[in-house]
């Protein structure tokens, strides 16, 4: 619990989730708008640490890095939580 | 937004607003269990750090400091968001 807390607990993590929310489908890493704004170093780091956190899936397909939410999984485990989040990440 | 999340982002803290909740008042820092288990300068900090989101609100009191949970504020900011933490750190 803490643990994914934390990693939406950061500007450039939490406008990741938001737009893998709004694709819904796995895309790839550097497709995401957010990323092209950043050095390639920080966007690696956000994702390992939202991936280490439970929150997205990362697979590898030839040269690229397929990322999606794992919005089912998280809704197991933290029912509500992420939805609430985003809902309340719109209205700002 | 995000520093909200950052703020309950940490095992420790996350216990502070938890125990918080379930007091529904406010009472002297020193007097939270989670408080007692750690150095009063590990304490402190976290205290600051919830403050500083806007999660407690702090009260000095002759020589305590009153410390309340800011539910109101955050139902008005963040609706759902402070309840859907506490009962899922409450189911685990």
Chains 1, 2 share one sequence.
Do not use: W
């Not at 796995?26 to 170093?41: N, T």
């Not at 809704?75 to 992420?82: A, D, K, S, V």
């Amino acid at each position: 619990m803490p643990n994914i807390l934390y990693a939406l607990g950061d500007p450039l993590r939490l406008r990741i989730v938001e737009q893998l929310a709004a694709v819904s489908e796995a895309i790839s890493c550097g497709e995401l708008h957010v990323v092209k704004e950043v050095a390639k170093s920080t966007g690696s780091h956000q994702f390992k640490v939202l991936r280490e956190a439970g929150l997205i899936r990362m697979v590898p397909q030839g040269r690229r890095v397929l990322v999606s939410l794992r919005r089912e999984d998280l809704e197991t485990r933290f029912p509500g939580l992420l939805e609430t989040v985003l809902q309340t990440y719109d209205r700002q």
